[in-house]
């Protein structure tokens, strides 16, 4: 078993995968945290896909995708932001345009090269396994810095998620931590979409926080139970997918999913199960 | 606990001011009409010294509203330091908008606010705000404690865990409003009165030299009432300023010194005997006011209630006490 277990470990690619899973599962955990409490799943879900055309660009001039896709999808996290605090529209609606478009403009930017390239794809869908060692120290820079910050401001962000008047008038600036926290969301998509994919990168960062949510009714202990969901599900996802020779990605968040259906159906607080032995002993 | 020096002690005199006397642009209705008006309407000039050394709040000229929606205008009012207010006015009427423009959430369209001699935000450490409770998410993953450290965050800096003098602010807090056993509990296992304690709390362990309370005492037990409002008296005694809206106008009359009544523009200010003046009440509440018999009713649209259970309708009587 154990051997099983450790044989994949000899590729260094693999090794490099597990690292860069591990780095997403617990970047995407703490991030995800407070974007469920903050009603912004769908928020994370646009953001990623307006990293694409940021993707395709950087492609094409030969740059780091990276540094594409994070300036797409700042900017259009921040573009969101101040359009909602503008325009009288419902944050969901603006989300539904702004996503949509960019992500047709990166469609039309990838249709419009004339060869085909597998790279781009890999992107859309996750190619952990495909992750350099460049890719890969840049990767860690950026979710250290989201880490950082988090680590800095997990108080303020806190108070500013529960209660923003509150917060806002005893002196924090609720407004520059939304605008802090939607580039905090961009940069840890970023971090994640060529791990898990741009399609996929939302169950990231909701599926181990939702399913943390379900064990506790502490905030420190969500983000702690998320990040071990998060990093273990990562991993074991990951081989998974290669024993079984599937995608990476996509096992990582079929894993998640069964993870958090599993803690519906069998958890202490909200448990079906816990609920029907309520309803029999009663 | 009051050895800042900024903040004296309650004047033994009352200093009451009537609405619309800083009204830079004349546009107000005179406060009460023509008939003689108490003295607290009467105005005395106030110099810009006098009202910077009593004055924790000053609002001249206030207009603010929502997208195109006009929700105050042309307010003036000064609220002095170790006052005990009441701000009342039927649903709508810019309770809720009036605390968001001094607790500096809420930028006015037109007019100046001053807080402690600043504009809103400058001292923004010493407000503490509470929201009503329908805005919170009581589903959020805190407990008591959690809540009640809240009120310490401001203070502390980037990376700084709560310091034991937090801790014991949290503490002490929790005791005061009686809420100790419950450190432990998430919020939304809570009673509406241990909620409204448990908010109360957070504001106190923020050790705030202005509380701005939404609503604090609204659908509370009796008890809950009491004993909130006889925190908020013992804190006004050591001449800190608390604002709270409500719309139960006997405990305005019961509890607070002074009430503010409100209804887009300021009707009255002055001393809370001021709910039981029925011209004042027929000013503030307009249409909803029904005369009985010689007993004022009156009747809160429950249609635009933004906190009340559906369905449900509100009577007031103008006698403290009566509806009980």
């Known amino acids: 078993m154990i051997e099983t277990l450790l044989a994949p470990l000899g590729y260094e690619f693999f090794v490099r995968a597990l690292a860069a899973a591990a780095l997403v599962g617990l970047v995407c955990a703490v991030v995800g945290s407070y974007m469920i409490l903050r009603g912004l799943s769908y928020m994370g879900d646009a953001i990623s896909h307006a990293a694409f055309p940021g993707v395709v660009a950087a492609y094409l001039v030969s740059g780091p995708f990276y540094v594409g896709a994070a300036i797409a999808a700042v900017l259009t996290a921040l573009a969101i932001g101040w359009i909602g605090r503008r325009a009288r529209l419902r944050s969901d609606t603006i989300i539904g345009v702004l996503f949509a478009g960019m992500f047709g403009l990166g469609v039309l930017m990838f249709s419009a090269i004339p060869t085909y390239v597998g790279d781009l794809f890999g992107f859309l869908f996750g190619d952990v396994l495909g992750i350099g060692v460049m890719d890969l120290v840049g990767l860690a820079v950026l979710g250290g810095i989201v880490l950082l910050i988090v680590a800095a401001l997990w108080k303020q962000l806190l108070y500013a998620t529960f209660d923003p008047l509150g917060a806002g008038a005893s002196g924090l600036n609720v407004t520059a931590l939304d605008y802090l926290f939607l580039a905090i969301i961009a940069m840890t998509i970023v971090v994640s979409l060529q791990a898990v994919g741009i399609i996929l990168v939302v169950a990231m960062l909701t599926t181990p926080a939702a399913t943390a949510q379900l064990l506790t009714v502490r905030f420190g202990r969500l983000m702690g139970l998320a990040a071990a969901i998060g990093i273990g599900t990562a991993i074991g996802g990951l081989y998974a997918s290669y024993f079984l020779d599937v995608a990476s990605g996509a096992t990582i968040v079929v894993v998640q999913t069964l993870l958090f259906l599993a803690v519906l159906a069998l958890g202490p607080r909200t448990g079906l199960i816990a609920r029907m032995r309520q309803v029999r002993t009663a | ?324």
């Not at chain 2, 450290?149 to 005791?175: H, I, K, N, Q, T």
């Not at chain 2, 908010?199 to 609204?218: I, K, N, S």
Request: glycine share 12%; net charge negative; aromatic share 4%.
């Open chain 2, 1 to 324: 606990m009051t050895d800042d020096p900024r903040i004296g002690p309650p004047e033994p005199h009352v200093h009451a001011h009537a609405g619309g006397m800083h009204d830079p642009g004349g546009l107000a209705p005179p406060p009460l009409g023509d008939r003689a008006l108490p003295a607290y309407a009467a105005g005395h000039d106030l110099t810009a010294a006098h009202l910077e050394h009593h004055a924790a709040v000053v609002l001249q000229g206030i207009s603010a509203g929502y997208d195109d929606r006009l929700a105050l205008e042309n307010v003036s009012a000064a609220i002095d330091a170790g006052t005990l207010i009441a701000v009342f006015g039927p649903n709508g009427g810019g309770k809720s908008t009036l605390l968001k423009v001094i607790g500096g959430l809420l930028a006015p369209w037109r007019g100046t606010v001053t807080v402690f001699g600043a504009r809103p935000g400058v001292h923004a450490r010493r407000v503490a705000y509470v929201p009503q409770a329908e805005q919170v998410d009581w589903d959020f993953p805190v407990t008591c404690w959690d809540v009640v450290a809240m009120g310490r965050y401001p203070s502390l800096g980037p990376f700084r865990g709560l310091r034991a003098v937090d801790r014991e602010a949290v503490g002490s807090a929790l005791d005061v409003v009686g809420m100790a056993d419950h450190a432990r509990t998430q919020i939304g296992r809570l009673s509406g009165g241990q909620r409204r304690r448990v908010f109360l709390a957070r504001a106190l362990a923020a050790e705030p030299d202005l509380y701005l309370l939404d609503e604090p005492v609204t659908g509370v037990d009796p008890t809950t009432q009491e004993d909130l409002m006889e925190i908020l008296e013992a804190e006004a005694a050591r001449g800190r300023t608390v604002v709270a809206t409500t719309h139960d106008l006997a405990a305005a009359a019961e509890h607070f010194r002074q009430v503010l009544a409100i209804n887009r523009s300021v009707i009255a200010h002055g001393p809370s005997t001021l709910v039981l003046d029925e011209e004042v009440l027929a000013r503030t509440y307009g249409g909803h006011l029904l005369v009985l018999g010689g007993n004022t009713v009156l009747l809160d649209d429950a249609h635009h209630h933004d906190d009340a259970p559906r369905g449900e309708r509100h009577f007031h009587v103008d006698d403290p006490g009566a509806h009980r």
